[in-house]
């Protein structure tokens, strides 16, 4: 069973700066896909970044494409998200998932990830 923990959340100014780390534990095995999703309130879960562990290939959603960069620490298969020139629409509780065991060929899309953290806040005052 994988377990993934985030942190780094909080509250910035808009055009601040957060990192957020998601650490996996319980499983030596390596993941496949890694993302970030986030949900702020009243809308869907919608994919911000993810990359390919093996191969470092990365997507991110056209609304943070040049401000967020995600990234993987090899050694301990930590995740991060550096958020950059953040604005009040990038408020939400951000999640970090995973796929585990199983191919990936979609990382964009929620429904491919089988293991979820718990989600870390953002929020973002103008």
């Known amino acids: 069973q994988l377990h993934l923990a985030e942190s780094g959340g909080g509250s910035v100014q808009a055009g601040g700066s957060l990192r957020l780390s998601c650490t996996p534990s319980g499983n030596t095995y390596r993941s496949n896909c890694m993302g970030w999703f986030r949900q702020a309130s009243g809308k869907e879960r919608e994919g911000v970044a993810a990359?390919?562990?093996?191969?470092?290939?990365?997507w991110y959603a056209d609304s943070v494409k040049g401000r967020f960069t995600v990234s993987l620490h090899s050694a301990s298969d930590t995740l991060y998200l550096e958020m950059n020139s953040l604005k009040p629409e990038d408020t939400a509780m951000y999640y970090c998932a995973a796929v585990h065991g199983r191919g990936c060929t979609t990382p964009e899309a929620a429904n491919e990830y089988n293991y979820w953290g718990q989600g870390t806040q953002v929020t973002v005052s103008s």
């Open positions: 990359m390919y562990v093996s191969g470092g290939r990365t």
